[in-house]
C-alpha cells in the first residue's frame, strides 16, 4: 500500500554523538582501505585506514525540492482506520525527494498529522545518512525529532551521534548532548562535545553551549558558547587559540583570535595574545574587496613591552607595525598598485612580528601608483621610498626615495627594421643634512635611450645589429664635489652604444640508455661597445651599484646597475648551449651553458673606487640544470679563473621529491673566494605512514660553525596531525638563538601553530606536500 502526503519538508544535518544500538550511521558507510575502489583508494593519504562509500545514485533518491514534493510510504502490511490512521509494518519506507527513512513500523496520525517511526530507523539524504531508534515529524508543520541518533556528513567526512536531533524550522536542526569528530568510527582521537548545537543551514553557521574539545575521551578545552561555519561562508567568531614559545627568555604567549564577518566584501580578524616578559600584544586584519581590486591593512600594537624596557631603559616601550598593501585593475590595459611597511623600531619585526605580511629586511618599501601595458607600449608612474631598519646601516648607504619615478618604453615595427625608446624621469630625495661631498646631493634625473635595430631570424638561427644613445641630464641641488658646492648644478652624458647579438640552432638525434632524445647545440655571439666617459666620479650614485658577475652578465652590455654609471665597454662575449630533450614527452632532462667575455680595453669607468679592470678576458662562467627524473633537479652556477685555476664563485642544489611528497631532500653548498663558504641538508624523511622527521643543517665553514638548523617530528592520522619542531637560527647581532615551533590540525576544524610555515621557508616543496596531504 502507498500513501502520498503533500506537506512535509524534511532537510537534515547534525553533529553528536551517544551510542546506541546497532551499526551508527558512520559505520554502516564505512569502508577498509582494502575494500574501496580503486579509484576512492588511491585518493585517499597512506595514513588513512579506511573512508565512507555511499550507496551508489541509484539506491538513494535524488534529491529535490522538499517543500513541494509529496511523501510516498509504503510496507509489507497495512492496516487502515478511516479518518483516523494508517499503520504500516515491515519494510517499512518514507520518502520525500532527496530524503528518505526506513523501519520496522510507521504510524500516521490523521487527526494530528502527526507520522512516528521505530525500529532500526535509517535515513538518507543529500549528502548525509543518520540512524535511530525513534523518529516523528509534523506534516503540517515540517518538524522533525530522532531519538538516539547518529550521523554522518559525507563530505566533511564528519560523523557523531546524539540524544536526540530535531528539525524546527526549515533547513535549521538542534542536536541535544552530541558530539561530532572526523576521526574513523571507533577512533576517538578527538571529539567535540556540546550540551546542545544548533545548526542553521540557511545561514551557514551553527551555535553551540557548553562545549568541550576530548582528546582520548578526556576533556582538554572547555568554552561556554561558540558559533561556527557548517559551510564555506564566512561567521563572526572566535577561531581557535594559539599558543607556543616566544623569544623572551623562556617564556611563552597566548592568543585568541577573533573574526569578524562585517560584510561581503570586507572583514577582520582581532587576536589579542599575552607574551610572557613583554605583555599584552594584539594584531589587527583588516581585507577589503572592492570593484576594482582587494586591499589589505595589518596593524600590531604593544602598549608596553617590558623586556624592550629592560634591555632599552632609555626608550619608549610603546611598539607598534603597520603594513598596507592595495591592488587594482582599471581596465583598458591600467592597473594601480601600493604597498606600505612601517615600524615603530628596528627590533619589532624579529620581538613581536607574528601575522604581518613583513619579511626580516635591512629596509621596508613603501611603493605606489598606476601603469599601463598594451602589446607595444608601457608606461608606469609611482612614489617609492623606504623605512632603514638595520642599525649598521650607514647614513650614505641609505637608498634614496623616488619622488615620483616615470617610466615609458614603446616600440615600433619599420618593416626590416625595429625602433624602441626607454624613457625615464625621476626625482630623488634623501634627507642628507648631516652629509657631506656628493653624498649630499638631491636631485631629478632625466634618461632616455632610443633604440634602433635590425632583427634577422630564421629557423636556424638569428643576427641583431642595434645601435642605442644612451642620454642622461641632471639637475642637482646641493650639490658639493671637490669642495666646490653649488645649490643648482646642471650635468649631461651622451654614450653612444652599439650591440651585435647573435646565434645559430643545432640539433640532432640521439639516444641514451634506450631513451630517445633531441640534443641542440646552440653556439651565440654577442658584442658590445659603449663609448662611456671614463670619469663620472661627479655624477652621484643614487640607485646604481656594481653588478655581481654570473652567466647571465654575460649578455650585459652595462656592468652596473641603475642610471648613475654607465660603463665603457668593448667587449666580446663567446657561449654555448646544449640541451637535452627527452623525445618521449617533451621535457627537457638536461642543458649545459658556458661562456667567457673577452675585453678589448680596459674598463675605466668606477662607482665608489670599483668596477676598473685591465684584465682581458672574464672568468668562465658556466651553468648546468640536470633533470633525469620528473621529481629530481639538480643545478649548479660556476665562476672558474682559467688563469687561477681556482674557482672564484659556486652554488650547487640538488633537490629531490617523490611523486606523492612523501619523501623530501635538499643538498646545496655555496662558494665564494675569500668571503664564504656554506653548506646545507634538509628533508622530510617518512619513518612510517604516520610518522616523518623533518630536519635542515646550515654550516659555515669559513667559522666553522652552524648557522642554522631546524629537526622534529610530523604525525598525521586520517583526522588529525601535528609538527614539532626545534630550530636554531641566526640574529641580525650574528648570535645563534633557538626557538619551538608547533603545529596543530584537526581535520575539518582547522588548527593552530605556525610550524608549517616556517619549515616551508627552510624545505624545499614542504609546503606542496601539505596541499597534497591535507589540502591547505
Same mark, same amino acid.
Given at each position: ?50 573512508? %565512507? ?156 553551549? #557548553?562545549? /568541550? ?20 561562508? /564566512? ?29 561581503? #566584501? ?115 608612474? %609611482? ?51 648631516? @652629509? ?17 635595430? @635590425? ?116 667587449? &666580446? ?46 672568468? &668562465? ?81 669559513? @667559522? ?73
Amino acid at each position: 500500500m502507498r500513501l502520498w502526503l503533500t506537506r512535509c519538508s524534511l532537510a537534515l544535518a547534525g553533529h553528536a554523538a551517544l551510542a546506541q544500538a546497532g551499526p551508527t550511521a558512520a559505520e554502516l558507510d564505512w569502508r577498509p582501505r582494502e575494500a574501496l575502489p580503486a579509484a576512492v583508494r588511491n585518493r585517499l593519504p597512506r595514513f588513512c585506514e579506511g573512508g %565512507y562509500l555511499p550507496p551508489p545514485a541509484s539506491a538513494a533518491v535524488a534529491s529535490g525540492s522538499l517543500a513541494e514534493a509529496p511523501i510516498h510510504a509504503s510496507g509489507l502490511n497495512a492496516r487502515y482506520e478511516i479518518d483516523r490512521s494508517l499503520f504500516l509494518e515491515g519494510d517499512v519506507s518514507v520518502r520525500q525527494g532527496g530524503f528518505s527513512m526506513q523501519g520496522d513500523q510507521a504510524r500516521y496520525d490523521a487527526v494530528s498529522g502527526e507520522v512516528s517511526l521505530n525500529g532500526g530507523l535509517v535515513s538518507r539524504g543529500d549528502g548525509f545518512l543518520l540512524t535511530g531508534d525513534e523518529a516523528r515529524y509534523d506534516t503540517a508543520s515540517g518538524q522533525f525529532r530522532l531519538n538516539t541518533a547518529s550521523f554522518l556528513l559525507h563530505q566533511a567526512d564528519m560523523r557523531g551521534t546524539a540524544a536526540s536531533l530535531s528539525r524546527v524550522a526549515d533547513q535549521q536542526v538542534v542536536i541535544d548532548e552530541g558530539t561530532l569528530t572526523t576521526c574513523a568510527p571507533g577512533r576517538n582521537d578527538w571529539a567535540i562535545v556540546a550540551s546542545q548545537i544548533h545548526l542553521d543551514r540557511n545561514e551557514g553557521f551553527g551555535t553551540a553551549r #557548553h562545549l /568541550r574539545l576530548e582528546v582520548m575521551d578526556v576533556p582538554v578545552f572547555y568554552w561556554p558558547w561558540a558559533s561556527f561555519p557548517i559551510d564555506d561562508r /564566512r561567521k563572526s567568531g572566535f577561531l581557535y587559540p594559539e599558543f607556543g614559545t616566544s623569544n623572551t627568555g623562556t617564556g611563552g604567549y597566548l592568543a585568541l583570535p577573533y573574526y569578524f564577518n562585517l560584510a561581503p #566584501h570586507y572583514d577582520a580578524t582581532l587576536t589579542p595574545q599575552y607574551i610572557h616578559g613583554r605583555g599584552l600584544f594584539t594584531e589587527l586584519e583588516g581585507r577589503y574587496l572592492g570593484p576594482y581590486g582587494e586591499s589589505v591593512l595589518q596593524l600590531g600594537y604593544i602598549g608596553q613591552d617590558s623586556d624592550y624596557d629592560r634591555e632599552y631603559p632609555g626608550k619608549d616601550g610603546e611598539r607598534w607595525a603597520l603594513d598596507f598593501s592595495t591592488g587594482a585593475s582599471f581596465g583598458g590595459g591600467w592597473t594601480g598598485y601600493g604597498d606600505y611597511s612601517v615600524v615603530s623600531d628596528n627590533d619589532y619585526l624579529s620581538d613581536l612580528n607574528r601575522s604581518l605580511d613583513i619579511s626580516q629586511a635591512t629596509h621596508l618599501r613603501r611603493r605606489g601608483g598606476v601603469s599601463y601595458r598594451d602589446s607595444n607600449q608601457l608606461f608606469e608612474a %609611482y612614489l617609492n621610498g623606504y623605512q632603514t631598519i638595520a642599525d649598521y646601516i650607514a647614513e650614505p648607504d641609505k637608498p634614496y626615495a623616488q619622488l615620483p619615478e616615470l617610466l615609458y618604453g614603446g616600440r615600433a615595427d619599420l618593416g626590416l627594421a625595429a625602433a624602441s625608446v626607454e624613457a625615464q624621469y625621476t626625482h630623488f630625495y634623501r634627507d642628507n643634512d648631516l @652629509l657631506s661631498g656628493l653624498d649630499r646631493a638631491n636631485g631629478q634625473r632625466l634618461r632616455l635611450q632610443p633604440r634602433l635595430a @635590425l632583427p634577422m631570424r630564421a629557423i636556424w638561427g638569428y643576427a641583431e645589429p642595434s645601435a642605442t644613445l644612451d642620454y642622461t641630464h641632471y639637475e642637482l641641488v646641493d650639490y658639493d664635489f671637490g669642495g666646490r658646492i653649488d645649490d643648482s648644478r646642471q650635468i649631461d652624458r651622451t654614450v653612444p652604444v652599439l650591440e651585435w647579438d647573435s646565434g645559430l640552432y643545432f640539433d640532432r638525434r640521439t639516444e641514451l640508455f634506450e631513451v630517445p632524445y633531441n640534443q641542440t647545440l646552440e653556439p651565440r655571439l654577442y658584442y658590445a661597445w659603449a663609448d662611456a666617459d671614463d670619469d663620472q666620479d661627479e655624477i652621484p650614485d643614487f640607485d646604481s651599484s656594481l653588478r655581481s658577475f654570473s652567466f647571465d652578465e654575460l649578455f650585459r652590455r652595462n656592468r652596473f646597475s641603475g642610471g648613475d654609471r654607465v660603463g665603457d665597454a668593448n667587449r &666580446l662575449t663567446l657561449a654555448v648551449t646544449s640541451r637535452f630533450y627527452d623525445l618521449n614527452d617533451g621535457a627537457e632532462r638536461a642543458r649545459f651553458s658556458l661562456g667567457q667575455v673577452y675585453h678589448y680595453r680596459d674598463r675605466r669607468v668606477t662607482l665608489d673606487g670599483e668596477g676598473a679592470e685591465s684584465r682581458g678576458e672574464s672568468p &668562465l662562467a658556466g651553468e648546468a640544470v640536470l633533470r633525469p627524473l620528473a621529481n629530481l633537479d639538480l643545478r649548479t652556477s660556476l665562476l672558474w679563473d682559467p688563469r687561477l685555476r681556482e674557482t672564484e664563485e659556486s652554488r650547487s642544489q640538488l633537490v629531490f621529491h617523490s611523486g606523492d611528497y612523501r619523501y623530501l631532500a635538499s643538498l646545496g653548498h655555496t662558494y665564494s673566494r675569500d668571503r664564504f663558504e656554506q653548506a646545507d641538508i634538509g628533508g622530510v624523511v617518512p619513518v612510517t605512514d604516520q610518522l616523518s622527521l623533518i630536519g635542515r643543517w646550515v654550516y659555515d665553514s669559513q @667559522l666553522d660553525r652552524t648557522a642554522g638548523s631546524l629537526a622534529g617530528i610530523e604525525y598525521s592520522s586520517c583526522c588529525w596531525s601535528v609538527q614539532v619542531v626545534h630550530q636554531n637560527y641566526l640574529t641580525t647581532d650574528e648570535k645563534l638563538d633557538s626557538r619551538m615551533l608547533f603545529q596543530i590540525q584537526l581535520k575539518g576544524l582547522g588548527g593552530t601553530g605556525g610550524a608549517s610555515s616556517r619549515i616551508a621557508d627552510a624545505i624545499y616543496g614542504f609546503d606542496e606536500r601539505q596541499r597534497r596531504r591535507y589540502g591547505h
